[in-house]
Nanobody, 124 residues
Framework: QVQLVESGGGLVQAGGSLRLSCAASGRTFSSYAMGWFRQAPGKEREFVAAISWSGSKTYYEDSVKDRFTMSRDNAKNTVYLQMNSLKPEDTAVYYC?????????????????WGRGTQVTVSS
């Protein structure tokens, strides 16, 4: 069982930065791949970024590829999403998720555990 708690969301102006954190409980955290997803009002949940269990591979959705960076610290059971050059279209609830296979995937259905989300609002 893995429990995930996101933090770091908030209100920021366009062009600003935020760093999201996702703290995980459970001794097997380091074996899970982790992902960040987001959901804007009236839209489906979409993939943002993922990282393999070791941190050696990362994957990004095209619109965030040059602006967001995902990382993990297995010693702290935490993953991060550094978001720079934020745009109003980045406004959404951001969720972290854990995937038992450890490889990382863009498919939300492949993830086994989810956090409750943190709100990110980018004003123009």
């Amino acid at each position: 069982q893995v429990q995930l708690v996101e933090s770091g969301g908030g209100l920021v102006q366009a062009g600003g930065s935020l760093r999201l954190s996702c703290a995980a409980s459970g001794r097997t955290f380091s074996s899970y791949a982790m992902g960040w997803f987001r959901q804007a009002p009236g839209k489906e949940r979409e993939f943002v970024a993922a990282i393999s269990w070791s941190g050696s591979k990362t994957y990004y959705e095209d619109s965030v590829k040059d602006r967001f960076t995902m990382s993990r610290d297995n010693a702290k059971n935490t993953v991060y999403l550094q978001m720079n050059s934020l745009k109003p279209e980045d406004t959404a609830v951001y969720y972290c998720a854990a995937e038992a296979l450890g490889l990382g995937t863009v498919l939300p259905g492949q993830y086994d555990y989810w956090g409750r989300g943190t709100q990110v609002t980018v004003s123009s």
